[in-house]
């Protein structure tokens, strides 16, 4: 088996990755064009095995490095970062979940360059989180019936770990997409993130062997950091969206950007009020871009002790409190720069042809994920009152 990269040599392919994926951005959001080859690219790169440990052909990196080149893929195209985004979370299901054999199999071919996506939302429930996919005994395997939707990713995987309720509670099935039974139905149509593949997917009678199961007797019982780690990666996806949009303006200030008679400058970088902008826009991204960070070297830690078996409960909790911090930060950030942009460019940074609302879709679109005001007061309440997050996916 080859040695695995280094952090180093995987931030320089996702440093000039995220330049060819800015080149194509525009075009792939105009015209839906899905991302297959970019998402090749990553997995060839060994971008996509980044949290796989050595063992299993991955690099084996920290919360923190994966962060830093999620947002460098966001900068380049945030629909190709939430692409992966669910497959980073299944690579962290199997670590906590699997067992040793299923670790051997599943991680090793993420580490040989496959990808994993969820099948885990469900419409129409009355509570929230409620689903109806069901995981049965069917002679001597199991069977899976259920349909979800969001399934992010869905047309460049492999794979997909599909929640389901079992007679013994709740269940991961880890299904190949090319299974009997299973119908991939390519039906999103968001106003932005527009190239995400977050499909619609049916399971019906599907066959699934023992060794497919990953079996969750603590679901929502017990703390772990799945829940922080996928809103960290949301968030880096966020950071990715206002630091392209602060690219694209000072591009822009420092081209065709019009200056208006008022500013008596004969370009639109010597307008004082511009200056501004372009200044307010990099203070959010980075203020954004440094919670980031801070958040991901705080669960790292929490991880340490989680994956030692230790008491991890408070590191655990803190940690989500971390998260949520940046995730408020970089979802004002990504919103707020994507729509300072226009302050820069004036009424010809509206044309269609520059395409730069997409900022704003991709940001408004990808921050109605989850709203930033229960994490604010989640905040509040672990502050004043000790409060721990609750145990769930979102926090």
């Known amino acids: 088996m080859p040695a695995p990269p280094s952090f180093d040599q995987l931030h320089a392919a996702a440093r000039a990755l995220s330049q060819r994926f800015a080149a194509g951005a525009s075009q792939r959001d105009r ?3 899905l991302p297959h080859a970019e998402v090749q690219a990553l997995a060839e790169h060994g971008l996509l095995a980044a949290r796989v440990p050595a063992a299993f052909g991955g690099a084996g990196l920290s919360v923190l490095q994966l962060v830093q080149l999620l947002v460098l893929i966001a900068q380049g195209d945030p629909n190709i970062a939430q692409a992966v985004q669910p497959h980073a979370c299944g690579v962290e299901k199997l670590r906590i979940h699997a067992s040793p054999a299923q670790q051997q199999h599943y991680l090793g071919l ?3 360059g496959g990808m994993i996506t969820n099948a885990s939302a469900e419409r129409g429930g009355a509570v929230v ?5 069901a995981l049965a005994r069917h002679g001597d395997a199991w069977q899976l019936n259920g349909t979800k939707h969001y399934a992010t990713g869905s047309l ?4 997909f770990y599909v929640l389901a309720n079992t007679a013994q509670g709740r269940a991961l099935a880890l299904v190949p997409v090319n299974r009997s039974g299973v119908q991939v139905v390519d039906d999103w149509n ?3 993130q527009r190239t995400t593949a977050s499909s619609t997917v049916s399971f019906t009678a599907v066959a699934v062997a023992d060794s497919e199961i990953l079996h969750l007797p603590h679901w929502n019982s017990r703390r772990t950091y799945e829940g922080a780690f996928a809103q960290v990666l949301h968030a880096a996806i966020d950071v990715g969206i206002a630091l392209a949009a602060l690219e694209d303006a000072v591009a822009f200030g420092r081209g065709p950007a019009r200056p208006v008679p008022e500013a008596k400058t004969d370009r639109a970088g010597g307008d004082p009020y511009v200056q501004q902008a372009v200044g307010e826009m990099a203070i959010q991204a980075h203020a954004a871009e ?3 960070e801070r958040a991901a070297g705080i669960l790292d830690r929490a991880v340490v002790l989680f994956e030692a078996g230790a008491e991890a409960d408070q590191a655990l909790a803190k940690a989500s409190i971390a998260v949520a911090e940046a995730k408020v930060a970089a979802n004002d950030a990504s919103l707020r720069n994507s729509e300072a942009l226009f302050r820069v460019g004036g009424a010809s940074a509206t044309l269609q042809t520059r395409n730069l609302d ?3 879709r991709n940001a408004r679109t990808h921050t109605t994920h989850d ?3 229960w994490k604010t007061q989640l905040v509040g309440d672990y502050l004043l009152n000790d409060q721990l997050p609750p145990i769930s996916t979102k926090v």
């Open 156 to 159: 460049f995987a492999q794979h």
């Open 110 to 112: 993420i580490g040989a």
């Open 371 to 373: 709203p930033a005001a």
């Open 129 to 133: 989180g409620q689903i109806s996919t």
């Open 190 to 192: 968001g106003m932005g």
């Open 31 to 33: 015209e839906r064009q």
């Open 290 to 292: 440094a919670l980031l």
């Open 358 to 360: 997409r900022h704003w």
